[in-house]
């Protein structure tokens, strides 16, 4: 092995044991000084290069990591390009027989409301007799007991009278069958 190599291999980033070049750089008085020479430089490099930068640039790199890292808050009418339905809307099996499941009970409960509605003429004093009739029952106090779900109640109660308006017998549903009768 030439002086030559031995000194390219000892300036590569990383040196690996290698028996010859270590007996060369024993045997050669000018490799052995150029390999210490090599060996001081490196020690006081590294403890010289090796500072840690100011406060104020750590904290300045902190923020613009945590900036990077989090995406800005945007309003919700601006993320809505951002939206999947089609993760949300994807039909799976289970959902699928839950939908036609109540779009069958659906389709049930407004026929019987229709038949309920037109088999039956309401008037409004029958109301207020019904509500003299439950206060003085002697089941008054269990139904204080029930919780009752007002929203759905509210909501079924539309539903009805919806129905009742359109049916043959109601108001809106009169006045269609009159127009749609056929001579």
């Known amino acids: ?8 291999r000892l300036l590569e980033e990383e040196l690996a044991a290698d028996a010859e070049l270590e007996r060369h750089v024993a045997e050669c008085a000018r490799c052995s000084h150029v390999a210490g020479g090599l060996a001081r430089l490196d020690a006081v490099l590294r403890s010289t290069l090796v500072v840690s930068p100011p406060l104020d640039l750590q904290r300045q790199l902190v923020r613009l990591a945590n900036e990077a890292a989090l995406p800005p ?36 409960t407004t026929w019987q409301v229709f038949g309920w509605l037109s088999a039956f003429r309401p008037v409004v004093g029958d109301v207020g007799y019904a509500m003299e009739l439950l206060a003085a029952s002697p089941a008054a106090p269990y139904l204080g007991g029930l919780q009752i779900d007002l929203q759905s109640l509210g909501l079924w109660s539309l539903v009805g009278i919806a129905g009742w308006l359109v049916a043959e017998d109601g108001p809106i549903g009169r006045r269609l069958s009159t127009r749609l009768r056929l001579p």
């Open 73 to 108: 808050s945007l309003p919700w009418w601006r993320r809505l390009d951002q939206l999947d339905l089609m993760g949300w809307l994807a039909q799976h099996p289970q959902m699928a027989a839950a939908q036609g499941l109540a779009t069958i009970l659906l389709a049930l």
């Open 1 to 8: 092995m030439q002086c030559a190599d031995v000194t390219e």
